[in-house]
């Protein structure tokens, strides 16, 4: 415990909002942070490591609520996940399936219930891998979990076999075997819905000697790099898979999964708070931990925080690893197509409210089916802070103030709630760095989902957002 305060409880670093919420005060942000393991890269490592005939090792796993509930996941399923090793970035996981691997199991054996908490990704690809097995599995979550939509990849899975008893949200029972030689043609509104089948279909056992492939082509698909992170992976474990373009992927079953021994990289999603606080601000931040090359989508939110008039830089040297710096502020508006990268959104709006210029973050309707409506949450909490904003289906305009045009704060601080949604409580507090007056976060806590010394980073790299040692925001004015 390093110290009790008003505001936060600050314990081995990372600061825990009080019930109040946490209050984030005006602030220039500056300086250099590391950030934590990709989320999405953990997830697979650990489903492929879980499937695998061996132990595998994984280094800089992300170690978050999100990542926890994929690991209680797995290991009801049987699998043995042990901590090897810490950073302050990830955590090394050694993962042994059960004998048998955890998709092999008695049709009489019991049921069993997951509780995948608030992620989706492990909600939706966990699924269709268990759906293997003959023993039926039951899936749950939080209220967000039970809001969203696994319809289509429920009726997928229906389509190739599998029993399913409850759906189209959580909770629902999934019972096996699935059969190869099916081929489905289905919506993925959200991209985990195809990943999911993705890394299901080369598992499936082959019947015969010339066994028929599984075939899948999506007919809606939102959020393709999510797709090819999910193929560099089946690549990296050698799986065979014809893939054309993203309309027809081609699957034999009767494959296996090694065992993983990798590093894992950084978060872009996560590094974008960063780059946004950056943006609000007018400082220079400098993140580390990240792939210059790696696969993940939101890696293109450099070139959006560049085309706003930000300076983007890599720092690349033989003798040191790869850094990349946002210079702020905005000093142009923009469209942005967000379709690839939805989980920039919270960031970008939180962003565009200091632009000179109109700001439109398009062609994501997805964003209204993840944690939370994203589209109208962020409406609604920006615009309460004084935000300009006109929501459309697929995104928003953020609009300048008058005020922003005459040197004044375009917002004017006060409550903003996350609704429980880790990307809101962690895109509020960027917005808050730049008002006129402090933001009182509700549900700040949500962070931890994805980030969990997040908030303790931001006291670190902006000094005075973060008021220890009070019980109420002030009045007015800047702290
Ligand atoms: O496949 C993945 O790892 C993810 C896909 C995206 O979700 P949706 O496909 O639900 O949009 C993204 O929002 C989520 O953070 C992770
Ligand atoms: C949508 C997200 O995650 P998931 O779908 O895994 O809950 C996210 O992290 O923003």
């Not at 999405?40 to 090792?57: E, F, V």
């Not at 309707?365 to 697929?394: C, F, N, S, W």
Request: with cysteine; glycine share 8%.
């Amino acid at each position: 415990m390093i110290g009790l305060s008003g505001f936060y409880v600050e314990e081995a670093g990372i600061i825990h909002p009080t019930e109040a919420g946490l209050t984030v005060s005006p602030a220039r942000a500056a300086g250099t942070v590391v950030v934590p393991s990709s989320k999405s890269h953990t997830i697979r490592a650990l489903l492929i490591a879980a499937c695998a005939d061996g132990i595998s090792h994984i280094a800089n796993c992300l170690d978050s609520a999100d990542a926890r509930s994929c690991i209680a996941a797995l290991e009801v399923l049987g699998c043995s996940v042990e901590e090897t090793g810490r950073s302050a970035t990830g955590v090394s996981l050694a993962v042994t399936p059960p004998p048998g691997g955890i998709l092999s199991s008695r049709p009489e054996a019991e049921p069993l219930s997951l509780d995948v908490g608030n992620s989706g990704t492990t909600l939706y690809l966990l699924a269709a891998l268990a759906a293997q097995r003959e023993q039926p599995v039951t899936f749950d979550g939080d209220r967000s979990i039970r809001s969203r939509d696994a319809g289509p990849l429920l009726k997928a899975l229906t389509e190739m076999g599998a029993t399913l008893t409850g759906g189209p949200r959580a909770p629902f029972t999934l019972q096996g075997p699935l059969r190869p030689g099916t081929c489905i043609s289905f919506p993925s509104p959200t991209s985990q819905f195809l990943s999911a089948l993705l890394l299901t279909a080369p598992l499936i056992p082959a019947s015969g000697p010339d066994p028929e492939p599984t075939v899948l082509e999506p007919q809606v698909l939102h959020e393709r790099p999510y797709v090819d992170m999910t193929c560099w992976w089946l690549e990296a474990q050698h799986i065979s898979l014809e893939r054309q373009e993203y309309q027809r992927f081609i699957i034999p079953p009767g494959q296996h999964y090694q065992p993983v021994r990798t590093s894992l990289p950084g978060d872009y999603s996560s590094a974008t708070f960063w780059f946004a606080a950056a943006a609000v601000t007018g400082g220079t931040i400098t993140v580390e931990g990240l792939e210059p090359e790696d696969v993940q989508g939101d890696r293109k939110v450099l070139d959006i925080f560049s085309a706003l008039g930000c300076t983007v830089q890599w720092h690349r040297s033989d003798a040191s690893t790869p850094a990349v710096s946002v210079t702020g502020p905005i000093t142009r508006g923009g469209t942005f197509d967000l379709n690839a990268m939805p989980d920039a959104l919270p960031a970008l709006a939180a962003a565009a409210c200091y632009a000179p210029e109109p700001v439109s973050l398009t062609n994501v309707p997805q964003a209204r089916e993840k944690e939370t409506d994203r589209i109208d949450v962020m409406t609604r909490e920006l615009t309460a802070l004084g935000a300009l904003i006109e929501e459309h289906p697929d995104g928003m305009t953020v609009k300048p103030r008058k005020a922003t045009c005459s040197g004044q704060p375009p917002l004017e601080g006060g409550t903003l709630h996350s609704h429980g949604d880790h990307r809101v409580a962690m895109a509020g507090a960027v917005a808050a760095l730049g008002a006129a007056a402090p933001v009182r976060i509700i549900d700040a806590e949500a962070a931890a989902v994805t980030y969990p010394a997040f908030f303790a980073e931001l006291a670190r790299l902006a000094p005075g957002s973060l008021l220890p040692g009070r019980t109420e925001p002030p009045a007015e004015g800047l702290a």
